[in-house]
């Protein structure tokens, strides 16, 4: 089955500085990605959409210039957090769309767990 | 928002089904009806999916009622490892439509 890797899987930082999480998708072209993130016991919430070669699309709420979204190639999305503070720690997740059209299922990575200090 | 609505937690005895229902009334007729599910601390895990046909694969069974307003994911011999938070997504099929979670169902496989 598709495979999407999402790295790291945990980070530790400092406050006021940028973490960066990538997302691959390892054995198919993904011309859309999404990012999520989760806080403790509660569900999934959408951030944005990327789509490869063009600006991310945000969810009302979601500061663009907080979290940078870059998909510049049909395997690789990465969300950067820039100056992290700790209400930034969650659990990020990114999804992947598989470009064939007849592929209707949705991708997750392992997620990665950014604790902020 | 999220257009389903399912019970908050249920309990299942190990080797017994399991039985998820979940209600989605404002379905439209071209979206369908997806599971995953999420064990603590891992990316979510697509179980399966439906329009208007009852699914099965290796994973489970989708039974969607005729008039398409509510589902039930069947787990036929759950497992301890079945443990998890399982989530009933209504998506449309349009290539940027993301999946939209709600609160889910904590299924607890008990021993």
């Known amino acids: 089955g598709a495979v999407v890797s999402q790295h790291p899987s945990r980070v530790i930082c400092k406050s006021g500085t940028s973490v960066k999480i990538e997302c691959r998708s390892l054995?198919?072209?993904?011309?859309?990605m999404f990012w999520y993130r989760q806080f403790p016991k509660q569900s999934l919430m959408l951030m944005a959409t990327s789509n490869e070669g063009s600006k991310a699309t945000y969810e009302q709420g979601v500061e663009k210039d907080k979290f940078l979204i870059n998909h510049a190639s049909l395997t690789l999305s990465t969300l950067t957090v820039t100056s992290a503070h700790p209400e930034d720690s969650s659990f990020y997740i990114c999804s992947a769309r598989d470009r064939e059209v007849f592929r209707e299922k949705l991708f997750f990575g392992s997620g990665t767990q950014l604790s902020v200090l | 928002d999220a257009k389903t609505t399912q019970p908050p937690s249920m309990d299942c005895a190990e080797g017994r089904a399991a039985n998820l229902p979940c209600n989605h009334s404002?379905?439209?007729?071209?979206?369908?009806v997806y599971w995953y599910r999420q064990i603590h601390s891992q990316g979510p895990q697509y179980i399966i999916h439906g329009l208007k046909n009852n699914e099965t694969n290796e994973m489970a069974s989708l039974i969607i009622t005729e008039d398409r307003k509510s589902s039930t994911l069947i787990l036929p011999h759950a497992t301890l490892r079945d443990t998890a938070v399982y989530y009933c997504?209504?998506?449309?099929?349009?290539?940027?439509?993301?999946?939209?979670f709600g609160k889910g169902t904590r299924l607890s496989v008990i021993a």
């Open positions: 404002t379905i439209s007729g071209n979206e369908y």
């Open positions: 054995d198919f072209q993904a011309t859309t």
């Open positions: 997504i209504v998506r449309g099929l349009s290539g940027n439509t993301p999946l939209v």
